[in-house]
C-alpha cells in the first residue's frame, strides 16, 4: 500500500467503500478500529512524506464518528 489507493477503485485509501466495510468489520469496536487506523495513519506518514499532517488525520480518522 505504498501509494495508499484502494485496489478496488483507485481513490485514495480507506475510500467510502471501505470506510463502511471497516465500519461493519469493528461494529461495537469503535476503540479497536481507532487504533487500527491511527496505525495506519503512521505507516502512510512514512509514504505520503509530502502529504500534510493535517490531511491525513482527517482521511484516516477525521471520517470516524
Known amino acids: 500500500m505504498p ?3 484502494c485496489a478496488r ?3 485514495p485509501w ?3 467503500t471501505r ?3 471497516l465500519l ?3 461494529d461495537g469496536a469503535p476503540v479497536s478500529l481507532s487504533i487500527y487506523l491511527a496505525a495506519q495513519l503512521v505507516s502512510a506518514t512514512q509514504d505520503l512524506g509530502w502529504a ?3 490531511a491525513l488525520h482527517r ?3 477525521g471520517w470516524l464518528p
Open 9 to 11: 477503485c483507485d481513490a
Open 14 to 16: 480507506p475510500c467510502r
Open 3 to 5: 501509494i495508499w489507493t
Open 24 to 26: 461493519a468489520e469493528y
Open 19 to 21: 470506510r463502511g466495510e
Open 59 to 61: 482521511r484516516f480518522l
Open 52 to 54: 500534510s499532517a493535517g
